[in-house]
């Protein structure tokens, strides 16, 4: 059954502390993507990558990092750097080809206390 | 600077009704346009994609236009249902970087 996967769905963590979200997908898509969102807020774009050991900056990624190691992950590191980190994350993959949609991951909400 | 904005943060409206959200986006010469719809704690569901030589897309009870001289896209939801409840969001994808409104939060009362 293709899809993308974040895990997990709830996380807490403690202040100054880093954090890894997972990203995986079976949908042999060449793009992912990682936004955040706030409440009653729209998506916010953290990093994208294209390709395999390859990525891009969106508007807001300081204080979080990502790696593309595999074309099926997307890991991303929340660090202590991240000023506001609690957020709903979500994933996203697509096909490389403009015209394509995105799937988007069930989204993990990340508490930081 | 580059802006994606849905002019209604909130639109409520009768069952049986249309309703109509408004993408409007500056700095931009997009190929095409998407619209997703989001429930509560969930992910974007993709909806339709509307290319830039076509006017008017159609899927069901949602129609979409596209007009790249107005920098402008409707998207329209006719005879309205409670269950279509939900924020819609427009999103642009430009060389692989897609950003998105910060939606529209539909309400379809009863």
């Known amino acids: 059954d293709g899809g993308i996967t974040q895990s997990p769905k709830y996380l807490f963590r403690k202040e100054g502390q880093n954090v890894t979200l997972s990203c995986e997908q079976n949908l042999n898509h060449d793009a992912m993507y990682w936004y955040r969102q706030d409440p009653g807020q729209g998506l916010r774009l953290i990093y994208y990558s294209q390709i395999v050991n390859d990525f891009q900056k969106g508007d807001i990624a300081e204080g979080y990092s990502v790696s593309r190691e595999k074309k099926e992950s997307f890991p991303l590191t929340v660090t202590s750097a991240q000023k506001n980190p609690t957020a709903f994350y979500l994933c996203?993959?697509?096909?490389?080809?403009?015209?394509?949609?995105?799937?988007f991951g069930q989204g993990t909400r990340l508490t930081v206390v | 600077s580059q802006k994606i904005e849905q002019n209604s943060e909130a639109l409520n409206i009768q069952e049986g009704k249309t309703a109509t959200l408004t993408c409007n986006y500056t700095n931009y010469s997009p190929a095409y346009l998407q619209w997703y719809r989001q429930d509560p704690g969930r992910g974007p569901v993709f909806l339709l994609l509307i290319r830039e030589n076509e006017k008017e897309k159609r899927k069901e009870r949602l129609k979409v236009t596209f007009d790249t001289t107005l920098k402008q896209s409707l998207f329209h939801i006719t005879a309205s249902q409670p269950a279509d409840s939900a924020t819609y969001l427009c999103a642009l994808d430009i060389s692989g970087d897609m950003r998105f409104g910060a939606g529209t939060r539909l309400t379809v009362k009863p």
């Open positions: 996203a993959s697509k096909q490389g080809e403009w015209n394509t949609e995105a799937f």
